[in-house]
């Protein structure tokens, strides 16, 4: 059976990666100064005006004007942006819930971690290789002068028996000046064509290349769209391959079950699927507030497990830990690591607690 699977991927100056990339910003400061912080401190974004909002406990001097001014330059807005505030402390029902003897969950929910063994990353090929053209294009915008942040990228895959054969449509839109010329040209050049040396294998002569189909983008970002924080949770995760659950990642320290929860049942799927006890698995976790364990837990591996999948349900209840307490230790979760995660997804790059790979027996 043949079937196509489309992901996309957006870059910074998306007005919600822009979002993202403050709201994390805020919470690797809140880290640096103090480890404890209960940070839920997000924001939205439209013309010349930013709103932060959210909860915040916390000993840390958080300067949010400065952070937040200071990402927009760099991402290459040129005027002021009036900023807005309105913050509060983290409820103490919530607070007396979580902070216990042993760290509990700050939130009911489910999450979810995916991993398959079809790119070297453990991730799907679509949303990989979405994120990588991303890369590409941020890299190659900033060192010219006609392409602004603002772009998005989409892929779509031919799949066949569930193995993918064949890139179907790649798509990229990217802001531009007024003055730019031979736009596609370059965008092929030096954007796509680098990333795809990579995946010569699946270029075909069916393969459509799409290059800003709307003709022109040159009014971009908060000028051209609105954003705030956790609008783009498929492309932060697996690309709508693997489910996700109801919550974003960005802006959430390590008790919010939504990020390290999720974060933890990656680390678990890749782990099976890096060890070769299954092709593809999708982990489904489930939260209860101010408890200290999870209340449910279901594995999938797509009939792909190479051995039975009892046996894959005893490997993982004697290797890994769910519990929010455990997942914070186990993974160093309590540092300014987060700022790197707001563009190109949260998972299939190294140097990340959650892909780190470990060695797993099937007793």
Known sequence: ??????????????????????ADAFLDDALKQDPNSQMAVECAIKNNKLFIYGEVTTKAKINY????????????????????KELSCQSPDINQAVVKTKLCANDQGIVFGFACNETKEFMPLPIIVAHKIMKSY????????????????????????????????????VSHSET?????????????????????QFIKGTTKFIINPS??????????????????????????????????????NATKVDRSGAYYARYVAKNLVANAICDKCEIEVSYAIGLEKPIALNINCFDTEKVPLAKIYETVNKHFDFSPDNIIKELNLLRPIYKQTACYGHFGWDGLPWEKVVHLSVD
């Open 1 to 22: 059976m043949k079937k196509i699977i489309t992901s996309e991927s957006v870059n910074i100056g998306h007005p919600d990666k822009t979002c993202d990339t403050i």
């Open 65 to 84: 004007e400065k952070i937040a001014q200071e990402i927009l330059r760099d991402v290459g807005y040129k005027n002021k942006f009036e900023i807005i």
């Open 138 to 173: 941020e890299n190659y915008r900033r060192n010219c002068d006609d392409f602004f942040a603002d772009a998005k990228s989409q892929v779509s895959v031919l799949y066949e028996n569930d193995k993918p054969i064949s890139f179907d449509t790649i798509l990229i839109s």
């Open 180 to 200: 730019c010329n031979k736009l596609e040209t370059k965008i092929m050049k030096h954007v796509i064509s680098p990333v795809l040396e990579e995946y010569q």
């Open 215 to 252: 003709g022109k983008f040159t009014i971009w970002g908060s000028f051209g769209d609105r954003g705030c924080v956790g609008r783009k949770i498929v492309v932060d995760s697996y690309g709508g391959v693997g489910k996700v659950g109801g919550g974003c990642f960005s802006s959430k």
